[in-house]
Structure formats: structure tokens, C-alpha cells
């Protein structure tokens, strides 16, 4: 299956739980039957969903060996939001621009670089503002690939290399992150 664009697995992520949701309210759907119920795979499913429960659009329940998720459903802000069709095709376009396109792996980077950090050799301190500053370069991509902000990401991406001394190995995925950055915003 070729990589399909996070827009797009979130935007039929989301309209599967509103289905399910209109038929049973208080049901959990299990990652197996998201699985069924779409085309994804367990890589595409998991990121995706901790995607959509970071910005309020689903609940999780999370397993005892995480990020395995044990169940899932719409929340009331993803339910606005599909039935609001004007805000749901801004947010998760049908079909994603050539720009949208080629940013398909920053998601899946992004979410590597938030498990490097977490498991970094940083101090707690020094750990818990790496893991901000990440979350801050997180929310920068998370808007169109059009309202990227160049200067932005390029002092963001200089924060996170400045935690190791420019040390590659301490965040592998940082460089092909700035590396799909960069391709993308040309």
C-alpha cells in the first residue's frame, strides 16, 4: 500500500468513529476493528490516533504496554467538527494539494522524534523543554503546508540541534525531518 497522506487516514479515521458513534454512543471501537473497518495499516493507525486524541477530535483508552490503544471513539469536538462538512474538508482535505503530498512522512517523523526525545540522555529538566520545544515544532506542522512558517521551524529544528551539539545520533530522525521539511516548502 503506498503512503497515503495522515489528512486523509485522519479524515476516515474520523468518519468511521462518527459512524459508529451514531449508531451506538457509548460504544469503544478496538484498534482490530479499525483495521477491519479501514484501509490502514498498524503504523498508519497508531500515530494517527494519538494525533487525533492530542488535539481533542477522539478519547483513547490506552493499553497496559503503550502506545498500544485498547479502544477509541469520537469526542464531542470531532463530532463538531464532521458535521461542520465546511471546517472538516479545511481541516482533512478529500483529496491533499501536492504540497500536502509531499509532507506525507512528517507526521510518522515527527511522532519518531517524540519517542528519541523521550528516551534521550537529557536530564529531566533539560528532557521536559526538548519535549516542548518539539511539541511546538509539532503544532507549527500541523498547519497547512502553505502557512508553514520557514523561519519558524528553521529556529525550531536549530533549538532541538543545540540540546546535543549538532550530534545527529541523538535524534536520527531530525535530519530526514528537515530533510522533508525542506523539500516540502520549496
Known amino acids: 500500500m503506498p503512503n497515503r497522506h495522515p489528512k486523509s487516514i ?4 474520523l468518519k468511521i468513529l462518527y459512524a459508529r ?4 454512543p457509548l460504544d469503544m471501537v478496538g484498534p482490530q476493528d479499525l483495521l477491519e473497518a479501514g ?4 503504523e498508519e493507525l497508531i500515530p494517527n490516533l494519538f494525533y487525533l486524541s492530542d488535539r481533542g477530535l477522539v478519547e483513547l483508552m490506552t493499553d497496559y504496554k503503550p502506545p498500544m490503544v485498547s479502544g477509541v471513539r469520537i469526542s464531542p469536538d470531532g463530532i463538531d467538527l464532521i458535521e ?4 472538516f474538508n479545511l481541516r482533512f482535505p478529500p483529496t491533499p494539494d501536492a504540497l500536502e503530498a509531499g509532507a506525507v512522512e512528517v507526521p510518522i517523523l ?3 522524534l517524540v519517542e528519541e526525545a523521550e528516551f534521550s540522555a537529557l536530564d529531566g529538566e533539560k528532557r521536559r523543554m526538548l519535549l516542548r520545544d518539539i511539541q511546538y515544532l509539532r503544532d507549527e506542522l500541523a498547519r497547512p503546508v502553505q502557512r508553514w512558517r520557514s523561519e519558524v521551524i528553521g529556529s525550531v529544528v536549530g533549538w532541538l540541534e543545540g540540546y546535543f551539539n549538532g550530534d545527529s545520533s541523538a535524534l536520527p530522525s531530525l535530519p530526514k525531518l528537515k530533510q522533508r ?6
Not at 484501509?39 to 498498524?42: A, E, H, K, L
Request: without cysteine; glycine residues 0%; charged residues 50%.
Open 10 to 13: 485522519r479524515r476516515e479515521l
Open 21 to 24: 458513534y451514531t449508531r451506538d
Open 39 to 42: 484501509p490502514f495499516t498498524r
Open 84 to 87: 461542520n462538512e465546511f471546517e
Open 110 to 112: 515527527m511522532e519518531r
Open 181 to 186: 521539511i525542506s523539500e516540502s516548502i520549496r
